[in-house]
């Protein structure tokens, strides 16, 4: 078997997770290797072998679904990570998230059984099993998580009876390896599940059948809410499960866990849990079960860790064929850096599949922490040059079938994955020798490094925040990684709440509308901007009312309407509601249940009742702008897949009268050149003045047709799809009916919001002639300032003027330069500190270039000596410091510096002969420079 290479590996256990240790990093500096937890690969159990069908993965995926289907179970198609109108979570992380509201009674759905396979991802908040992977066979970030559901249909009976079948039949596991757990009446104001138990003795032995506490068998959604006990079923590492569920001591899978496999956990919702802590049955107990496919997938195949599995076996293997190891070799110990770079390629894939991208805060800073611990982990294996986008795209191959999503948007991920890891390599690099240098510069017998340094490193330059803790721990030093976690919130503005992302729960009061009125209401805003209509709700202030009076900010439900709800970018429509003696003035439209116009009205004459007939009218003037802009939005997006390419995806726009945006995945700013091009090709679908089509279809037939969604969308089984030439898209919006339409279109704007995420703002029609005639008037105004006959003279004069002007700043600086060493002033006079001379004084160089030439200037001058610097620029403060080479053993510029700062409330530091420090306060600096002499004598008595 070929080595992984030597210079970055070593063993990997006894050591908890995340730390680090050093090995050779190239000149100077020193690789950090992450270790494995104390639990080594050799401690966790060694399975029994079984026989086994071999059934891989996908087939055990397809086979449950199938299974649950013949039993009267719709299949529910998986939900993407980012969990839909839950601000509570960052990932969906069950089977049971995308049903919540479901269980909860907010949701009504027309099945009453369902079956799903649901990606997951327990990666931050409080599930985060991120530390874990790659160290133990079973934890994953990313898994995917088969379940069946009953919402007040089916309960234990089936659901015990059907858990058995499938494991015993379906999966061919042998019955006498499984036990089951039920909950024993402790810890939960719910007795014993006698019932469970009857039911499992069908199937089990009762010696078989262990009972534990709330803690293993009881499952609650909240604080409040749907609740109930629940039932595991467990695989025992042996011959056969041994019967020691009666007997008397700690025995079973809540106390022997390394002699079990838990497969699949059944929950039995037939509770409601008060603020009181009281339970109350609830009037339709439902079901809700999980089994994780990684470990069926295992048990099945007969090996001992997930990671073994076609599931992610290939990964494994990828990850060492690019470090230069046998792909199918077994590494020992030495496997965890690639199982972790297996998983986190997984996750990251998806993740970015459904509209995550890397960046510093929520779900975003996640997925950096999960790329960035992959990659960290590759150095220690010898993956010195970029990697990591290879074993997401293989991914990509794997999954692509099950989840077309990632097929879809594999250009994209490729994109972002490279960017990101180059990005991070540099950092890592660059961060590095700035922590090196501010522990060389902290006081000698310092114990803690100072937490806003780590958050500078990290809020300025993306250096980890652990990452710092590993090093400083190294040069024995302390970090209160918390310290610094709380401290670049504050700078960032943000709170942990913040942190899980700005989704916003629905209030109660919309989804009550929902179920009262979905399936009753009727759109007509693609044919009409009027209708007649009645109004079938009233909301003011979250309540339910039954009348609005002038003056009232009211929210209106009406049973039909042309008024387009806020959706899809694009923003509603304003208009009236009348009726005899009835003006209601619509200032917004929106739809936060995706399926009920609700419009935002001022009543401003008489008195609007439920019941009542009243007319829209749509502000048509309104609404053509808003065409306009939201058929370019499409034209640009084909644009700029042309220019670009492929990785190009929709992250975000926004569709008003006046503008329209459009964020997109891309890495680099756009060049004059690119931007030039992108508004060629628009004008040039527009001139051809083809016609706009839209089609209902199904997803998968849109699909088959080429067309495009919104990264990281949810659709339904049936779509509007639209499309204008080259350009189809999947949109619920409203669009001209002609390409011609749109008229004048421009670019106003291009800059990055996010990693990888760069905005475009545009303008059409009248908007873009009044733009166009404000940038000729500007242009008119400049070259009158600078004597230029014509526009395309411009350029010159102004370069002319720029060369001039530089000319006069050079001439300026050196007179600065000569006013600050020349002379021979008291000021200019240094002073003596035992036999050294400090020459400290406040000079009128701006320029930092000139302020270190005169600093160089003087030091000469002394021959042996310190020169001490102030000068103001801008309204802020800056110190210099520079001493001779003679006296850098005696004493340190950058600590100079550094307790010089204060003065100008500031801080700085640098190298031993040469410092810099800033600060916001410059009324400080002859204060500062007053104190050079006592720092000076400070430090020489050290």
Known sequence: MPAVPQPRVSDVVNVSPGQLKSHDFGKGHSCRRLESPSNSLKQVYAPHPMETSGMRAHEIRRLFVEFFNTRGHTHVASAPLVPENDPTLLFVNAGMVPF?????????????????????LRAGGKHNDLDNVGFTPRHQTMFEMLGNFSFGDYFKREAIAWAWEF????????????????????????????EARELWSEFVPRDRIYAFDAKENFWQMGDTGPCGPCSEIHLFHGDKAPGDALREGK??????????????????????????????????????????LERLAAVCAGVPSNFQTDLLAPLVGLAKQLAGADPKADLGERESPFRVIADHARATAFLIADGVFPDKTGRSYVLRRIMRRAIRYGTTVGLDQAFFHTVCDRVVEDFGEVYPELAERRATIAELVQVEEE????????????????????????????????????????????LTGVICKEHGLGLEEAEVEQEVARRQSSSQKGALGSDRAL????????????????????????????????VRGQQTVVEAGPGDEVEIVCDRTPFYGESGGQIGDHGRLTADGLDVEIIDTKKPTGDIHIHVGRVHKGHLKVGQ?????????????????????????????????????????????????????????????????VEQHVYKAILVNGPASTREMSLADAKKAGAIGLFGEKYGAEVRVVSMGDSVELCGGTHV??????????????????????????????????????????????????????????????????????????????????????????????????????????????????????ADTLRNRLGSGVVILGAEREGKATLLVALTSDLKKRLHAGKLVGALAAHVKGRGGGRPDLAQAGGPDPSGLPAAIADAANQVQKQLQK
């Not at 509201?101 to 997951?120: P, T």
């Not at 011609?740 to 800059?751: C, N, P």
């Not at 600086?813 to 500190?833: F, H, N, Y």
């Open 100 to 120: 919540k509201d479901v269980f909860l009674g907010r949701d009504k759905r027309d099945y009453s059984r369902a079956v799903s396979v649901q990606r997951c």
């Open 613 to 677: 007939k009243v007319e829209l009218h749509v502000d048509s003037e309104r609404r053509n702008a808003i065409r306009r802009n939201h058929s370019a939005t499409h034209l640009l997006h084909l644009a700029l897949r042309e220019v670009l390419g492929p990785h190009v995806v929709q992250k975000g726009s926004l569709v008003a009268p006046d503008r329209l945006r459009f964020d997109f995945s891309h890495s680099r700013p756009l060049t004059r050149e690119q931007l030039r091009e």
């Open 167 to 194: 494991l015993t039949k379906g999966l061919g596991l042998p019955a006498e390896r499984l036990v089951v757990s039920v909950f024993n009446g402790e810890g939960e104001a719910a007795g014993f599940d006698e």
């Open 737 to 854: 009916r002609r390409t011609g339409d749109i008229g004048l279109f421009v670019i106003a704007s291009e800059e990055g919001i996010a990693q990888g995420v760069r905005r475009i703002e545009a303008k059409t029609g009248s908007g873009a002639m009044a733009y166009v005639q404000s940038l000729s008037q500007t242009l008119y105004e400049v070259g009158g300032a600078v004597h230029a006959p014509t526009p395309a003279e411009i350029p010159g004069r102004v370069e002319k003027l720029q060369n001039d002007l530089r000319a006069k700043h050079r001439e300026v600086e050196e007179l600065q330069r000569k006013i600050a060493t020349g002379g021979a002033g008291a000021s200019d006079a240094p002073v003596e500190v035992e036999g050294i001379k400090v020459l400290a004084k406040v000079v009128a160089v701006a320029n930092p270039k000139a302020l270190r030439e005169a």
């Open 251 to 292: 025995f079973g899978p809540a106390y022997q866990d390394t002699l079990y496999t838990e497969l699949w956990n059944l929950v039995f919702m037939q509770y409601e849990k008060l603020a009181d802590g009281s339970l109350k049955p609830l009037a339709a107990p439902s079901i809700d079960t999980g089994a994780g």
């Open 507 to 538: 209030d109660n009061v919309y989804m009550q509308l929902k179920q009262a009125h979905a399936g009753t209401h009727e759109f007509l805003g693609y044919a009409s901007e009027t209708a007649k209509a009645t109004v079938v709700a009233l």
């Open 423 to 466: 990005a991070f390599r540099r950092t890592l690099d660059r961060g590095i020798r700035l922590l090196d240098a501010a522990i060389e510069d902290l006081e000698q017998g310092a114990k803690e490094f100072p937490a806003p340094i780590a958050a500078d490193l990290y809020d300025t330059y993306g250096f980890p925040i652990d």
